[in-house]
T-cell receptor, first 121, second 109 residues
Framework: GAVVSQHPSRVICKSGTSVKIECRSL??????MFWYRQFPKKSLMLMAT?????????EQGVEKDKFLINHASLTLSTLTVTSAHPEDSSFYIC?????????????????FGPGTRLTVL | RKEVEQDPGPFNVPEGATVAFNCTYS??????FFWYRQDCRKEPKLLMS???SGNEDGRFTAQLNRASQYISLLIRDSKLSDSATYLC???FGRGTLTFGKGTMLLVSP
């Protein structure tokens, strides 16, 4: 399958600071990238969907001003956690999808990055 | 009602055993179905798609029952390396994926 990288893999920061996470598709052009969050022993929860060159679509309950998403190119999306607090500590995973979906409910395989473990002290 | 439900387990089985996981989903108009595998502190990886006619990939067999809104995964001849969390994943037609909490499998020698 295609390769998606994330950087950093792990970050520890103080409360109140902002943290930027990068997601890159290494060998394909990702028209759509997804950002997920996973708390311990919980399921992956979709935070937002971003399409290259347009504003991200956030899931209900996710604050767009706190979780800033930029998808400026077909191979890079960034998630910035602004003014991080301990409750933002989680495993953040991106995925990338290339090409066109088939029909209104179509699906092309998503390729997941290795995740970023954020700890806010 | 939760959209994708799974028994969290853990399922503890000896090597060589056959084990089955089930999953139910809430939306009868769901488009596509998958099983992912997630190792501890790692990203999920696609194990297999699930087709209406059922499909098999080596020791793994997936079944879909649309009438009952039910998906299953059967693992035969379990290996130690099969120990992981198995995620039931559904595309409800929005082009996005909805994940179950996962079922943990522990295969012991």
């Amino acid at each position: 399958g295609a390769v998606v990288s994330q950087h950093p893999s792990r970050v520890i920061c103080k409360s109140g600071t902002s943290v930027k996470i990068e997601c890159r598709s290494l060998d394909f052009q990702a028209t759509t990238m997804f950002w997920y969050r996973q708390f311990p022993k919980k399921s992956l929860m979709l935070m937002a969907t971003s399409n290259e060159g347009s504003k991200a679509t956030y899931e209900q309950g996710v604050e767009k001003d706190k979780f800033l998403i930029n998808h400026a190119s077909l191979t890079l999306s960034t998630l910035t956690v602004t003014s991080a607090h301990p409750e933002d500590s989680s495993f953040y995973i991106c995925s990338a999808r290339g090409g066109q979906t088939s029909g209104s409910g179509g699906y092309n395989e998503q390729f997941f990055g290795p995740g970023t473990r954020l700890t806010v002290l | 009602r939760k959209e994708v439900e799974q028994d969290p387990g853990p399922f503890n089985v000896p090597e060589g055993a056959t084990v089955a996981f089930n999953c139910t989903y809430s939306n009868s108009a769901s488009q596509s179905f998958f099983w992912y595998r997630q190792d501890c502190r790692k990203e999920p990886k696609l194990l297999m798609s699930v087709y209406s006619s059922g499909n098999e990939d080596g020791r793994f067999t997936a079944q879909l029952n649309r009438a009952s809104q039910y998906i299953s995964l059967l693992i035969r001849d379990s290996k130690l390396s099969d120990s992981a969390t198995y995620l039931c994943v559904v595309n409800f037609g929005r082009g996005t994926l909805t994940f179950g909490k996962g079922t943990m499998l522990l295969v012991s020698p």
